[in-house]
């Protein structure tokens, strides 16, 4: 195939932009977008049986592994065990021949990925692959392909690969909550909806926030360090932040559950390590605004980026505010993902980085 940046200066610039285009192709895939159900869309593993879930992933894909442990977690009631592939392979994690385990990976021949997941195999476990590359070795070897159609992804750090990973999981949890009697049809509809309003809302925030995101990015593109916090699935997502600004931008930059800053990461609070704050004004939003008040009271520069009511319920002035559309819980990962992945490819830009082929990483790791 071939494959061009249109418009865009980069790759990365221009899978950043695509989302909403891909993520409904995605959708279409799992979800009635007429009468709000989510499909059942693979027989090769039955999610009203399996007792657990086992998922593992490297990188990004771990990442959005970690959101998707929440969504099954909390809609369809399944414990599930996630590690990075590469501690996965070797941890002789008891696992039961019931259960079922997932496989997360854009390329689909993830070297560690592919030793997890014939390591599950092993075990008897039915192989679930959530995959780009539908002809990858990760998904020959699997009972179940779930695509994430996001198309083909060039730039070496993932974007839109991250959040149709995102949207498949999140709508899989739903049709396995419904398949296990733990989503009511009321609440799969309503899930459902909210869902498919996605791609609309994910328009809106591309169309409204670059200003903000490159005023922001041109402060950032002047720290050595940043701290990014959440809460909830914000907090795999803040991790992805971090992750993402040090691989194009090379600053250092680490993501923390909110909860765990007085652990250790409030040591470092001062005027020149910004901390962003992701928030939605979901159930925690209370107390990630405590956490973040700790901060403003040592003196550090916070990025808050919220929703609009959040916006509207935060009172602290010491600080930037990336406002976002109000948005129902199950698509936050998504939505907070465009200004997080935006701020780091803003920053890489400023900074004169070779964005699409950051230095040392490969787009696919092949070996071990
Ligand atoms: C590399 C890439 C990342 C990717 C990870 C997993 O580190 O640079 O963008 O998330 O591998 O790759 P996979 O193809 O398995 O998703």
């Known amino acids: ?3 061009d940046k249109g418009n865009h200066r980069h790759f990365m610039e221009k899978e950043i932009y695509e989302q909403p285009e891909v993520i409904s192709h995605a959708l279409s895939h799992y979800i009635n977008f007429i009468d709000h159900r989510a499909l059942t869309v693979s027989d090769g593993i039955d999610f009203a049986k399996v007792p657990s879930l086992a998922i593992s992933a490297c990188g990004t894909a771990y990442l959005a592994g970690l959101i ?8 369809a009631r399944l414990p599930v065990e996630i590690d990075v592939a ?6 002789e994690i008891p696992l039961s ?6 496989f997360i990976s854009q390329s689909g021949e993830t070297a560690d990925t592919l030793a997890s997941l014939r390591y599950c195999k092993d075990h008897g476990l039915k192989i679930g692959a959530v995959v780009n590359t539908r002809e990858s070795t990760i998904a020959r070897e699997s009972d179940a392909v779930f695509p994430i159609l996001a198309g083909p992804e060039i730039g070496v750090a993932s974007t839109k690969a991250f959040t149709c990973q995102l949207a498949v999981l999140a709508a899989l949890a739903v049709s396995a909550g419904r398949a296990r009697g ?8 309503a899930l459902v909806k909210s869902l498919a309003e996605m791609p609309r809302l994910m328009g809106q925030v591309l169309n409204s926030i670059q200003p903000k995101i490159e005023f922001l990015s041109r402060e950032l593109s002047k720290c050595r360090d940043v701290l990014y916090l959440g809460r909830g699935t914000s907090f795999p997502l803040a991790m992805e932040g971090a992750l993402k600004l040090k691989e194009i931008s090379y600053i250092h930059a680490e993501g923390y559950a909110a909860g765990e800053l007085k652990h250790g990461p409030i040591a470092l609070i001062d005027e020149n390590m910004p901390v962003i704050v992701i928030a939605p004004h979901d159930r925690f939003f209370d107390k990630t605004v405590s956490n973040m008040q700790e901060v403003a009271a040592r003196g550090g520069r916070i990025i808050l980026i919220t929703d609009e009511r959040g916006a509207a319920a935060s009172k ?3 600080m930037h505010t990336i406002v976002l559309p109000n948005v129902d819980e199950i698509i936050a990962p998504m939505i907070f993902a465009l200004p997080v992945q935006l701020l780091a490819y803003h920053t890489a830009v400023f900074m004169g980085t070779d964005v699409d ?6 787009k696919s790791v092949t070996v071990e």
Do not use: C, H, I
Not at 182 to 187: A, G, I, K, L, P
């Open 1 to 3: 195939y071939m494959v």
């Open 68 to 75: 998707g442990k929440y969504w099954f977690e909390r809609y």
């Open 86 to 91: 590469s501690e996965f392979r070797y941890r």
């Open 97 to 102: 021949p019931q259960s079922a385990a997932l």
């Open 182 to 189: 733990t989503v009511s049809e009321q609440e799969e509809a």
């Open 316 to 318: 602290l002035d010491t």
């Open 357 to 362: 082929q950051p230095r040392n990483l490969a």
